[in-house]
């Protein structure tokens, strides 16, 4: 059985490749059979400072068919909007709720939440990390190949948040990561160490790149984000002319291996990061990965909320 019940999860870093192993096989038995009453009575606090509708939908809908409740808080609705601490917030929401999820600005702000609630709290987002995505798209990798250990992925464009959950994930998995991203906008230095480290644990590679078409080389998934996240509005000029030459097109994927599968996390700024000719083309698989973030969600769900655990 899984021993996380009760924990926190604000990154993949605090975890294990078999609690990794057993969330990705949870997931798969609760795609099979969606409806429990393993969460009966529980509430989950769903906290949102940004818009989401993939995270906030799949969160709401995973405890319903569980048979508990989410509770959605927009931060402007409620007294943290107006300044009422971090600190007061998770004391008093950890009164009532079993959990809070928290799409947050920054890391820190998550850490300060997590410190002071009595119940577990989840990462729906920060400016680090998004690993809730990150165990759908590795359960994504699994449906679409067959296994994670020796796959060849190929992350393109921003060194962001999503880049840096799937480079962590992936790599403690065994899947061969490359990391293509335009000078400047490189994933976060530790993150990048944490992840050469993970990939020889689990004997893979972990590679960073500034050249797309040296990353897509061999790979059998092709994965990209936005040029521009929540909150990045003002650089998008800026960011427009620096991720030239990183497109995920027709061309890029054909210097892929042929059976190669294109991945997002969605939202997609469409003829940005991706043509729509990839991504409604037949290699794409984003919403078999979007629908994917509910089952893998429920089995983080689960895993954390569930006073009895089913694997
Ligand atoms: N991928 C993702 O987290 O989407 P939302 O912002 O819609 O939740
Ligand atoms: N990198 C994006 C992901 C959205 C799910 C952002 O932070 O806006």
Not at 26 to 52: C, D, H, I, R, W
């Amino acid at each position: 059985s899984l021993s996380i019940q009760g924990r926190h999860l604000l990154s993949w870093t605090d975890f294990s490749q078999s609690d990794v192993s057993k969330l990705l096989s949870m997931t798969q038995y609760l795609k099979e059979n969606p409806y429990s009453k393993a969460l009966s009575g529980k509430v989950l606090a769903l906290l949102f400072e940004k818009s989401s509708t993939r995270t906030r939908v799949s969160f709401e809908v995973g405890m319903t068919q569980m048979g508990g409740h989410a509770l959605y808080l927009n931060s402007n609705d409620i007294q943290l909007g107006r300044g009422e601490s971090i600190h007061d917030t998770a004391k008093v929401l950890s009164g009532y709720v079993d959990g809070i999820m928290y799409r947050t600005t920054s890391h820190e702000k998550l850490k300060e939440l997590s410190e002071h609630a009595t119940v577990p709290v989840i990462n729906g987002l920060c400016d680090l990390y998004h690993p809730c995505q990150a165990l759908a798209d590795l359960f994504t990798i699994v449906e679409l190949k067959g296994s994670l250990k020796g796959m060849n992925a190929a992350f393109i464009g921003d060194g962001n948040n999503v880049a840096h959950s799937f480079m962590i994930l992936a790599s403690m998995m065994g899947v061969n990561v490359k990391v293509a991203t335009p000078k400047g906008y490189e994933p976060d230095p530790a993150l990048v160490e944490k992840s050469m480290q993970l990939s020889k644990d689990a004997e893979g590679a972990f590679q960073l790149t500034h050249d797309p078409e040296e990353a897509v080389q061999n790979a059998d998934i092709i994965y990209t984000d936005v040029w521009t996240s929540m909150g990045q509005e003002e650089e998008t000029e800026k960011r427009l002319q620096a991720f030239e030459g990183f497109q995920v097109n027709e061309r890029l994927m054909s210097k892929a291996e042929p059976d190669a599968h294109f991945l997002h996390c969605l939202p997609a700024h469409r003829e940005e990061e991706v043509t729509t000719g990839v991504i409604d083309g037949p290699q794409s698989a984003v919403f078999q990965q979007a629908e994917n973030r509910l089952h893998a969600q429920k089995a983080i769900l689960q895993a954390l909320l569930a006073s009895e655990n089913i694997l």
